[in-house]
């Protein structure tokens, strides 16, 4: 409007203040576009960002919670990747994509409905021919995601194999085994691309066929159409309109097959998450847990307890184990590597269950008693010392914070 006042009537003294008015409005809307983008990107990415956030410490929170017995199998370099790499793959599926999918629809739905007003026959070809390219869609998104889950497990492999070769560097340096871990990790992480780049293809495979499947759907739109102009049932002018709103459809389509190939990768990672979430603590206080005599009096009893590792079901750590600890007394545990010294106190701390016998605290059966409630009594100097990246204070303070 501006630049046609402006050549219109423009070009005269008489009128430069007009034309100022209306290149200050020119700038004001290039300003309001700009903020507007500007704070559409910002919002979108932060909401992406927060929803991470909160699956990350939901996810972090549940693993605390889990028992014992299932970091026994599990590494923890794998579970560190579930927080930090699958989390991350989601993250590029939220906020982004939500955005570009409801503009899409919309601009879909929009342009369909003025195409049915334009030429309802044409428009009967075009929706007959939706579920010919959504189908197959369904389908290669369902492949993207098998391969995404793929591609996010071997990544995890090589995570914990680093964190794992990096938590016992000295180890590994003593044996001078630098050569072979690093080959052994370049490896793995060969195999993460071969199975990203596998998730990728499919990824683009998708694209190739929406592209291919939507463009070509309105060339035959188009051929039926001109068959129909020639014959005089349908004016130019109105295949030209229909033309152009298939295109917008079109366009709008091709923008939501490639959200769904986002999401389908999103699923693959977002599965992972889920499963870690869905994992149920092999240990669970009960329902309505027996309290611990308010002033702890320590006597402790092992009744005939018999237990193996989950990871050893074959051979029995303890067998048939029965004593008793009498308040105020001294007891010492000893035995030769292996005898089952730390089980016991492991059995004590409710990090797992015994197959057969009773464990008695203070006259409470352990599985009877919420497991916080115990561990609040027992004190431990572990065999193996955990310092963590703290300060000395902080290191110190670990069992009571306040
Ligand atoms: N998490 C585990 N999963 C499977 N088996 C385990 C696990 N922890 C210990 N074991 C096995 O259970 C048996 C008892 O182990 P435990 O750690 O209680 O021995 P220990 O008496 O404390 O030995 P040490 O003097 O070396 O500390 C051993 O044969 C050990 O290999
Ligand atoms: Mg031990």
Not at 193 to 216: D, P
Request: overall charge neutral; glycine content about 6%; some cysteine.
């Amino acid at each position: 409007l501006a630049v046609r006042r402006m050549i219109d009537h423009g070009f005269s003294a008489s009128n430069s203040s007009f034309i100022a008015e209306y290149f200050a409005m020119l700038v004001v809307m290039a300003a309001l576009l700009a903020a507007a983008s500007a704070s559409s990107y910002y919002f979108v990415i932060t909401l992406g960002e927060r929803v991470v956030a909160d699956i990350r410490s939901d996810v972090f929170r549940h693993v605390t919670t889990l028992s014992p017995s299932f970091f026994d199998t599990a590494q923890s370099g794998e579970i560190v990747s579930r927080l930090a790499a699958d989390t991350t793959q989601v993250k590029s599926a939220v906020g982004a994509t939500a955005s570009v999918a409801l503009r899409n629809v919309i601009l879909g739905l929009g342009a369909v409905a003025m195409m049915v007003f334009t030429s309802p026959k044409l428009s009967g070809l075009v929706i007959a021919a939706i579920p010919v390219i959504v189908l197959p869609l369904v389908a290669f998104g369902r492949s993207v995601r098998r391969k995404s889950r793929l591609a996010q497990d071997t990544l995890a492999d090589a995570t914990a194999y680093a964190s794992e070769q990096i938590g016992a560097v000295r180890t590994l340096q003593a044996f001078t085994n630098e050569k072979l871990v690093t080959g052994h990790f370049s490896s793995a992480v060969e195999a993460a691309f071969e199975a990203a780049r596998s998730s990728i293809f499919a990824r683009s495979f998708l694209t190739f066929f929406a592209i291919f499947m939507i463009f070509s759907s309105v060339v035959a739109v188009l051929w039926f159409g001109s068959r129909d102009v020639l014959d005089g049932t349908l004016s130019p002018g109105t295949l030209g309109q229909f033309l152009l709103y298939s295109v917008f459809a079109a366009g709008a389509l091709g923008a939501l097959s490639e959200v769904w190939g986002e999401l389908s990768q999103a699923a693959g990672a977002a599965e992972r998450l889920t499963e870690i979430l869905a994992e149920k603590p092999a240990i669970e206080a009960p329902a309505h847990p027996k309290p611990l005599p308010a002033t702890a009096r320590g006597a402790i009893s092992f009744d005939d307890v018999s237990f193996c590792y989950p990871a050893g079901p074959d051979r029995a750590a303890v067998h048939g184990l029965s004593f008793q600890v009498k308040p105020g007394e001294t007891v010492a545990i000893v035995g030769p590597s292996g005898a089952g010294k730390s089980t016991v106190f492991s059995l004590l701390l409710r990090f797992y269950d015994p197959e057969i016998g009773k464990i008695m605290i203070d006259g409470v059966n352990v599985r009877e008693a919420d497991p916080a409630a115990i561990r609040e009594r027992i004190a431990i100097v572990p065999q193996d010392v955990t310092i963590f990246a703290a300060s000395a204070r902080d290191n110190i303070s670990f069992g009571r914070p306040d």
